[in-house]
T-cell receptor, first 117, second 111 residues
Framework: EAGVVQSPRYKIIEKKQPVAFWCNPI?????LYWYRQNLGQGPELLIR????????DSQLPKDRFSAERLKGVDSTLKIQPAELGDSAVYLC???????????????FGPGTRLLVL | QKEVEQNSGPLSVPEGAIASLNCTYS??????FFWYRQYSGKSPELIMF????GDKEDGRFTAQLNKASQYVSLLIRDSQPSDSATYLC???????????FGTGTSLTVIP
């Protein structure tokens, strides 16, 4: 079974430029998460999708960040314009509802390492 | 604000010893608890999860959960240099599919 796929793996841009990240979750996983992880910190949720619906975007800086998950599969996270403080690793994760609350786990993609100069 | 606290370390243990990693959480209603291992420059990798009080063993790893004390731990027996990584504790909230992560504990196993 293929894991969560993300691209690009690395991105270097100048501040004020736009950038987009793409994620393809594990097949059949209806929940998709975008996290941001700064060095030495744990992942922080940016947005969570249940199928194509964004059910939690309270931590997404909506003035510059946007996300979409068309057809409830792939997802794109965009930053426009990027700022120096956006340099971080952007992780995508997915999970599936198994009907057993306790056993739902999430799996991470390899992440996109963003450097804003 | 739901919080997950971990000692950031670094924690150093000699090869073959038991490494003990601890995590506390603030949301008493949390139901599921996860340990992830993250190597430098890599994404988090699920090691195990636990949801019942007590111990759960998987190979050299044992997760321990005490809901009354809001405490979860991970024991690594016969520690190997390849276990050197950052270990993230994650807690799943009771009402939905949101996971809260600690800042991670850096473990170094000294040969």
């Amino acid at each position: 079974e293929a894991g969560v796929v993300q691209s690009p793996r690395y991105k270097i841009i100048e501040k004020k430029q736009p950038v987009a990240f793409w994620c393809n979750p594990i097949s059949g996983h209806n929940t998709l998460y975008w996290y941001r992880q700064n060095l030495g910190q744990g992942p922080e949720l940016l947005i969570r999708y249940e199928n194509e619906e964004a059910v939690d975007d309270s931590q997404l800086p909506k003035d510059r960040f946007s996300a979409e998950r068309l057809k409830g599969v792939d997802s794109t996270l965009k930053i426009q314009p990027a700022e120096l403080g956006d340099s971080a690793v952007y992780l995508c994760a997915s999970s599936i509802w198994t009907g057993t609350l306790h056993q739902e786990t999430q799996y991470f993609g390899p992440g996109t390492r963003l450097l804003v100069l | 604000q739901k919080e997950v606290e971990q000692n950031s370390g670094p924690l150093s243990v000699p090869e073959g010893a038991i490494a003990s990693l601890n995590c506390t959480y603030s949301d008493r209603g949390s139901q599921s608890f996860f340990w992830y291992r993250q190597y430098s420059g890599k994404s988090p990798e699920l090691i195990m999860f636990i949801y019942s009080n007590g111990d759960k063993e998987d190979g050299r790893f044992t997760a321990q959960l005490n809901k009354a004390s809001q405490y979860v731990s991970l024991l690594i027996r016969d520690s190997q240099p390849s276990d050197s990584a950052t270990y993230l504790c994650a807690v799943r909230e009771n009402t939905g599919n949101q996971f809260y992560f600690g800042t991670g504990t850096s473990l170094t196993v000294i040969p």
